[in-house]
Nanobody
Framework: QVQLVESGGGLVQTGASLRLVCVAS????????MAWFRQVPGKEREYVAA????????FYADSVRGRFTILKDMEKNEMYLEMTSLKPEDTARYYCAADESRLSTVESRYTYWGQGTQVTVSS
């Protein structure tokens, strides 16, 4: 089992930056891929970015590429989402996800999820 806890969300103005943190605990040595998703009430969870836990490969949704950066620190068992040039449409609850056998942009392919952290961008 892997447990995930997100933090770092908040209320910011358009153009601001935020850094989200996801701390993994439990059987972290089994993690293969991790990702960030986001969700707005009434809508499906949306893929944001993904990272190969034991490698350097990263992937981004078109909507955030060039503005967001996904990073990791395996010694600390932490994953980060550095968000810059934030827009009101980035407002959502952000979730981190992990899986022991795959790296995917598809929500249903992740086994472990955190409870999320809210990001609100005011115009």
């Amino acid at each position: 089992q892997v447990q995930l806890v997100e933090s770092g969300g908040g209320l910011v103005q358009t153009g601001a930056s935020l850094r989200l943190v996801c701390v993994a605990s439990g059987r972290t040595s089994s993690i293969y891929g991790m990702a960030w998703f986001r969700q707005v009430p009434g809508k499906e969870r949306e893929y944001v970015a993904a990272i190969w836990w034991t490698g350097i490969t990263t992937f981004y949704a078109d909507s955030v590429r060039g503005r967001f950066t996904i990073l990791k620190d395996m010694e600390k068992n932490e994953m980060y989402l550095e968000m810059t040039s934030l827009k009101p449409e980035d407002t959502a609850r952000y979730y981190c996800a992990a899986d022991e056998s795959r790296l995917s942009t598809v929500e249903s392919r992740y086994t472990y999820w955190g409870q999320g952290t809210q990001v609100t961008v005011s115009s």
